[in-house]
């Protein structure tokens, strides 16, 4: 031990103070040693009091975190929800809508001769014996537009297609057409009246063919063999009836002078008879008699005769009115207007036709297009549109709508009224003679029904010939409703599975109630909305669009 060590009287080991030992009795030795006991006392409370507040804020940490299962349920049960509202509005709807079209002439008319029938010269198949034309050319009113089996298919003026063959004697609106189309050419029909195939269009209609180079078809087939063998049938039933009448006539002249000679004789004294004798007629009363008998006789003779007579040539002009010159209705297509373009050609000289032989197309190309429901009632006829063809180096053109049809599913014919009705197909298409032709008339092309309203845009100016059949980009900028209507957001209307349209109002004092609506326009993710009743909806109402979370 040092000296410092031994005059404090203690010794400190160095791995603990518990060690120290007194060295030294002294009375600083003492009071040294009373207060390391004191020492030691607090540090002993102090480590008591360190455990005491652990426990304590370990016990208040497991207060904490330990819950009962209510509380845990309390807790994780969804917050209570809300109702998303919004207000009825009435505005102009507005938006601009683009869509696809088809751009393709204002009228078509597909032409189908029957195969395997029987052509005006009796040939059994039909083959295409000539070509006036090619593709693109333009048709004029008389023109041939191709030879099938040596006959021509002629186009001529006129809005009714060719239904029936056109003979001699008959009457009706297509007979009056044909004249018309004639005169047109210059070839008058007179003195028939209008409507009635008589003479006069018989010579018309023969002008015609001779004009064209082809021999005028007739009622008796090949160089008309069966009309001229009735016809002198005809003929000679009049001459034998004459030569009746001739007969009959010439008895009667005897007749009626032997008559004359009785009369005479019966105005000459008669000789009394002899005595005895038993009384009777004179002799010249007998005569008499008998010559008026036979006057009768041969006056009825000759009248017969002569009735057979008449009967016999009404039949013969009868024959001869109905006989003679005709248009069959496989040789003829009546065009609503000229000029007209030959569109397609579906064959090559020599072959045999078989479906469509050609096509033509008339008017002005316009675009044909569909709206989705919704679209239909902010596009009304009179809209500008604006058109692309994407096809051709971006090309573009402006157009109006002219046209809106009801709805259809893509499947159903039909075409457009201007007033938006349905009036199903222009024109018309049926079996003529022979000759399949389809027509959709003048503004409204024959093109593949798209789902939706169908639509129709006529260009400003004529689009360039180039545009025909191409796919084009519709684009209506203007695209509105005709004035303010009741307008709320989309996702306030639902639709039932019965397919009517509702929204939910909410009152004031919190009660909801559940209208139906017809939903019209849309734009920007407003819906027109009319109520389906009086007074069940308002401007300004609150109608329900959702639930919130809080």
């Known amino acids: ?199 006069g269009t018989k010579g018309a209609l023969t002008a015609l063919y001779t004009h064209l180079g082809y021999p005028v078809p007739t009622t008796g087939g090949a160089n008309g063999s069966d009309d001229k063998a009735a016809l002198q049938g005809a003929a000679d039933a009049v001459t034998a009836q004459q030569r009746a009448v001739d007969t009959a006539h010439s008895m009667l002249q005897k007749a009626n002078q032997a008559l004359a000679a009785a009369k005479n004789g019966s105005s000459q004294p008669s000789t009394p008879p002899e005595i005895g004798a038993s009384p009777s007629l004179p002799a010249a009363q007998t005569a008499l008699q008998a010559a008026r008998d036979a006057q009768r006789a041969a006056q009825t003779t000759y009248n017969n005769a002569l009735e057979d007579l008449e009967k016999a040539g009404q039949k013969q002009r009868d024959l001869i009115a109905a006989t003679g010159p005709m248009l069959p209705a496989s040789e003829v297509v009546f065009v609503p207007s000229f000029p007209i373009r030959l569109a397609k050609l579906n064959a090559t000289l020599g072959s045999t036709v078989a479906g469509t032989l050609l096509t033509l197309e008339s008017g002005q190309l316009v675009v044909t297009s569909a709206l989705q429901p919704g679209q239909d009632t902010l596009v009304k006829p009179g809209t500008k549109v604006h058109l692309t063809a994407e096809a051709l180096g971006g090309q573009t053109a402006t157009g109006t709508v002219t046209l809106i049809g009801q709805y259809n599913d893509g499947s159903t014919p039909g075409g457009q009224s201007a007033d938006g009705q349905n009036s199903g197909t222009n024109g018309a298409s049926g079996t003529n003679g022979g000759q399949t032709t389809g027509t959709s008339g003048s503004g409204n092309p024959q093109t593949p029904r798209l789902p939706g309203y169908p639509m129709t845009v006529t260009p400003d100016s004529p689009l360039p010939a180039a545009w025909a059949g191409q796919d084009v980009r519709v684009t209506i900028v203007n695209a509105a409703t005709s004035g303010a209507v009741l307008a709320v957001p989309l996702s306030a209307v639902s639709t039932g599975a019965d397919g009517q349209s509702t929204l939910t109002v909410l009152a004031a004092d919190g009660t909801q109630r559940r209208i139906p609506v017809t939903a019209g326009a849309s734009a920007d993710g407003d819906v027109e909305v009319t109520p389906v009743g009086a007074d069940l909806l308002h401007q300004g109402d609150a109608v329900v669009i959702g639930q919130a979370q809080r």
């Open 1 to 199: 031990m040092d000296s410092a060590n031994t005059e404090q009287g203690f010794v400190v080991d160095a791995r603990t103070e518990s060690s120290a030992v007194p060295v030294s009795h002294d009375s600083s030795a003492i009071a040294f040693t009373g207060l390391s006991k004191t020492v030691r006392r607090q540090r002993g409370f102090l480590v008591t009091a360190c455990i005491a507040a652990t426990a304590a804020v370990g016990g208040l940490a497991a207060s904490t975190l330990i819950k009962s299962p209510a509380q845990l349920a309390a807790e994780t049960k969804p917050p209570k929800p809300s109702v998303l509202t919004a207000t009825v509005v009435k505005m102009v709807l507005a938006s601009t809508i683009t869509t696809r079209g088809t751009v393709a002439a204002g009228g078509s008319i597909a032409i189908a001769p029957a195969g395997g029938g029987s052509s005006a010269d009796g040939a059994l198949s039909l083959v295409v014996s000539k070509l006036y034309g090619k593709v693109g050319d333009q048709i004029r009113a008389g023109q041939v537009l191709v030879e099938v089996s040596g006959r021509p298919i002629i186009a001529l003026s006129g809005a009714v297609p060719a239904y029936r063959d056109l003979k001699p004697g008959m009457d009706g609106p297509d007979i009056a057409q044909l004249q018309a189309a004639l005169k047109q050419l210059g070839h008058d029909c007179a003195p028939d009246g209008a409507g009635h195939f008589g003479p």
